[in-house]
């Protein structure tokens, strides 16, 4: 927001250079983003009064003027300007001078006469016709203003001014006020502020506001305060330049004293107001109402808006002439020939404005200000400031009263303020009396009695002791306090174990060799397609985005494997052989009430770097390191995975995932070869499962023995099924079990397959002998024939 300081000194009296000031406000809360000294460069230009006139000798259209700049002697200048006589009041460029744009003036002749200077036109001198709107577009400045002969011309026409730029955080919609930010610098710099109230006299015909106008406000909810005032015999015309000044520094565009009047109090005040020509309310009735579906308005931009029932307008009983806190009709715009009007000062519901402005696609100053949030409180005073403006100004009759319709709280109100909790988090030693001083400048009344802090009702940000601990610590001076240890007896944070147990296992993925990506969640509802998620499939449920900047970012995503994919793809397609990475992804479903539920899914990826046993081997080399036991690998058919070379991983009755190869049609849908392996995994039931508590155990104090068996079996039968037959058969002695080979071709009969397995016995009581080994393994050998027809090779 861009502040003029001359504005600022109506309310404070300070006297600092532009960088001193844009640091003092920045260290004390109010962040400035930079500053701009207007007038700056416009230098040695002057008033000066055109004394005579002659024709130039030698060029018809040049004009040799004498030129009185409050010195000895006139100068004189040579111009090709045919709006100037003697008698007019003009800026003077002297000898040297600087324009706006680096342009220097510099004394010469013209066609053999000498030219002490040059007159100036608006346009040198960095203005418009919105700021001078008698000046002719074309020709030189003819003065108006009351001014010196001599006086410096950024003195005269008031060009000189610093504006600085701040940028405001969305919890102080009150420093969107030039009386904010002043009151803000008064605290800065320990200066009184000084708001005077407005004061304005009534006409005393006997005519009363409620005999014009009366207000009907429909939805309270939306609208909780609206104050009305009207002025008759209303006189249109430009505002005086003061005014028209002040709003060209601010960034405004000047348009007539009545819109000048509502911009400068909107600015002022921070409240946004609307003037309405009296003679279009054509009920004499203002009705604050929701919208009907298929009404439409023509904004004062000449654009038709289709409205509906969730917007809020303001009608004159009849039809809609503004859209609440946006813009106001075409059919009640302020006009030369306006008589009569009606001043609106109101407060609207934030989030409708927010939503009417995107639906209509009109976005202003009053909409971006209403949308912050602005306190009911302000409507009256601005209201008051705005008919103090119109009697000094001249523009026209005040009619007696104001309609004010008030649904809104808008009383001070008292928060708990406990000085020790402020200094237990600032790590300060300042007393109640000390803290309440700091904080007074602003309004904000500390009582030592009650123990609480009165806020006025324009500070809506103030609502508990973080907040009070903000206000003091920031207009103390955070370079006052030291640095200390936290005064509080909360434990010190830490990683939770879920969080612990995530860490960790990202840390084994990448000791693995993978390397971690982060995927977006916001994904396309066409990502599942590309994976052949059937339509039933629970995972088409999605949470869907309100407002998405896309179709590819509509939903929250339900699987993180088409992310994956198109991460592998990316990096295939530029030329990468060996591919290994991972992902801890979130995953959104809707629930029941119409919230969400955050689920985690760890993905493990390969592609060109091995088979589906090397992908195996890492998972259960995480599961070793994590304490998951028992784990079984059953072949399973899963959606977007080959139906041969898939299996589900279970732990202790938890179906922990899914590993395999990815079906050949997903693989040709991202342009993957069929090499692609992906093990997905819930790190919810991982955790559940994973016990990393270390148990000692005492060294086997008797020697193992080995036996390897090839056993032949039907294809279809999984070799992990035959290993869990063997470990139950196997007895005590049985200490483990490896599968190390699987094999099928010469020697072995069509249909069938031959799995070897290692198994280690050991006794617990003493040295086992090899009578002892091969007696376990007949019996399981005997075992499997009879219940699975399993025979030895």
Not at 135 to 144: H, K, M, N, Q, R
Not at 207 to 216: A, F, L, N, T
Not at 481 to 507: H, M, N, R, W, Y
Not at 676 to 691: I, P
Request: glycine fraction near 6%; aromatic fraction near 8%.
């Amino acid at each position: 927001m861009k502040v003029s300081l001359n504005w600022i000194k109506d309310f404070v009296d300070f006297d600092t250079d532009a960088k001193t000031y844009a640091d003092v406000m920045t260290a004390t809360g109010t962040k400035v983003e930079g500053y701009e000294i207007l007038g700056e460069d416009i230098q040695n230009v002057v008033v000066g009064r055109i004394d005579s006139t002659e024709k130039h000798p030698d060029a018809d259209r040049l004009t040799i003027c004498s030129v009185s700049v409050g010195k000895e002697r006139p100068v004189q200048i040579v111009t090709g300007a045919t709006n100037i006589k003697a008698g007019d009041i003009v800026p003077v460029c002297l000898d040297g001078a600087l324009l706006p744009g680096g342009k220097k003036i510099k004394a010469g002749k013209l066609r053999g006469v000498l030219s002490e200077g040059m007159l100036c036109s608006i346009e040198e001198l960095g203005v418009t016709l919105h700021e001078f709107p008698y000046a002719a577009e074309d020709g030189i400045l003819i003065i108006e203003e009351p001014c010196e002969i001599g006086q410096d011309i950024r003195e005269a026409l008031m060009l000189s001014d610093t504006v600085v730029d701040f940028e405001l955080t969305f919890n102080r919609p009150d420093c969107l006020a030039f009386i904010g930010i002043a009151r803000e610098t008064a605290a800065s710099f320990k200066k009184p502020f000084v708001l005077k109230e407005p004061k304005y006299n009534e006409c005393k015909d006997g005519e009363k506001v409620g005999d014009y106008i009366s207000v009907d406000i429909q939805n309270p909810v939306l609208c909780p305060r609206y104050s009305a005032a009207v002025v008759k015999n209303v006189k249109i015309a430009p505002s005086p330049l003061w005014l028209r000044m002040r709003l060209r520094a601010a960034g405004v565009r000047p348009i007539n004293n009545i819109v000048d009047i509502t911009n400068y109090v909107m600015l002022e005040y921070g409240q946004p107001m609307h003037a309405f020509d009296y003679s279009y309310i054509s009920s004499h009735k203002i009705v604050v109402r929701n919208a009907k579906d298929g009404e439409e308005i023509t904004t004062l931009d000449g654009n038709k808006h289709p409205l509906n029932s969730e917007m809020l307008c303001i009608a004159d009983g009849e039809k809609p002439v503004a859209l609440a806190g946006i813009m106001g009709g075409l059919n009640s715009e302020i006009l030369d020939t306006t008589a009569t009007v009606v001043f609106e000062s109101a407060n609207f519901n934030r989030s409708n404005i927010r939503h009417t402005s995107r639906a209509v696609g009109l976005r202003t100053e009053s909409s971006g200000k209403f949308e912050k949030g602005l306190p009911p409180y302000n409507t009256v005073p601005a209201l008051k400031r705005a008919l103090e403006l119109v009697e000094q100004l001249g523009c026209g009759d005040i009619v007696e009263g104001i309609i004010d319709v008030c649904n809104a709280d808008i009383q001070p109100r008292k928060i708990k303020f406990d000085a020790e909790k402020v200094n237990a988090l600032l790590g300060t030693e300042l007393s109640f009396e000390e803290m309440a001083e700091i904080m007074k400048p602003l309004e904000l009344i500390g009582d030592k009695a009650e123990g609480t802090l009165l806020v006025p009702p324009y500070r809506s940000d103030m609502e508990r002791t973080a907040d009070i601990a903000e206000e003091v610590s920031r207009l103390y001076g955070f370079d006052k306090i030291q640095p200390t240890l936290f005064k509080s007896e909360v434990t010190q944070g830490k990683l939770s174990p879920e969080q612990s147990f995530t860490a960790d296992l990202k840390k084994l993925a990448v000791d693995l060799g993978f390397f971690e990506i982060a995927t977006y969640s916001f994904v396309s509802p066409k990502s599942v397609d590309r994976i052949m998620l059937p339509e039933d499939d629970a995972r088409r449920n999605f949470i869907k985005i309100l407002n998405p900047l896309g179709e590819d970012t509509s939903v929250m995503r339900t699987t993180a494997i088409p992310s994956m994919l198109e991460v592998i793809a990316y990096n295939k397609n530029r030329k990468a052989e060996k591919i290994a990475l991972f992902e801890c992804a979130k995953l959104y479903f809707p629930t029941e009430d119409g919230l969400s539920e955050e689920k985690k899914s760890f993905v493990l990826a390969s592609c060109g770097n091995g088979d589906f046993y090397d992908l195996k081997g890492c998972v259960e080399s995480i599961f070793d390191s994590l304490g998951i036991k028992e784990t079984k690998y059953t072949a399973e058919a899963a959606a977007a995975f080959h139906p041969g070379i898939c299996a589900s991983v279970k732990s202790k009755n938890k179906e922990l995932g899914v590993i395999g190869a990815i079906h050949p049609a997903v693989a040709a849908e991202y342009s993957l070869p069929n090499d692609v392996y992906l093990a997905v995994l819930d790190v919810e039931k991982l955790f559940a499962v994973a016990d990393t508590s270390k148990k000692f155990v005492k060294l086997p104090a008797f020697p193992s023995l080995t036996r390897d068996l090839a056993l032949v079996m039907d294809k279809d039968i999984e070799a992990g099924v035959v290993a869990e037959k063997i470990r139950s058969f196997g007895g005590k002695t049985l200490e483990s079990i490896k599968i190390f080979d699987v094999y099928t071709g010469k020697g072995v009969d069509e249909g069938k397959k031959s799995v070897a397995y290692n198994l280690v016995f050991r006794a617990a009581d003493k040295t086992m002998s090899d009578a002892d080994a091969d007696t376990a393994v007949a019996k399981i050998l005997k075992k499997l024939e009879n219940e699975m027809g399993i025979v030895l090779r």
